[in-house]
């Protein structure tokens, strides 16, 4: 799903400093673009969230703020970096109520079993 355009990421973003962290190469910005939108997408499916109506604005600048951040990142600005990806994780929090950069912690498990109290494990080791 694409919630970022190459030209909002540009009008988010000085001129000079677009140039410079994308060397002048729109490609450069447009990766930038699809890794942000995979972190969000990846993020909603691991939280099993879904986007509130109306918030289309938001997840905009979620996307935007992330994709700056690989760029930054991509060039070893670190501290730039930093800030625009946690400006990218308080949006999310601020959408959803959670930290997308937090451990996963308490996940349902897929399948479960129940034995009964007098079930023998087998002992693989003599096999």
Known sequence: M???TLDELKADMDPQIYAQVTGG??????????????WFAAYLIRSDALL???SEGIVKQIASK???YELYARN???DIARDKRDDANELVRALLGDDPAA??????????VKTSSDYTPIDWSTF
């Not at 490609?27 to 939108?37: D, K, L, N, Y």
């Not at 451990?103 to 479960?112: D, F, I, R, T």
């Open 66 to 68: 992330r994709a700056q």
């Open 2 to 4: 694409a919630y970022l």
């Open 25 to 38: 190469d729109d490609t450069v910005a447009e990766w930038a673009i699809g890794r942000a939108e995979a």
């Open 76 to 78: 070893e600005v670190e």
């Open 52 to 54: 509130p109506s109306g």
């Open 103 to 112: 451990p996963v912690h308490n996940q349902n498990p897929a399948a479960s």
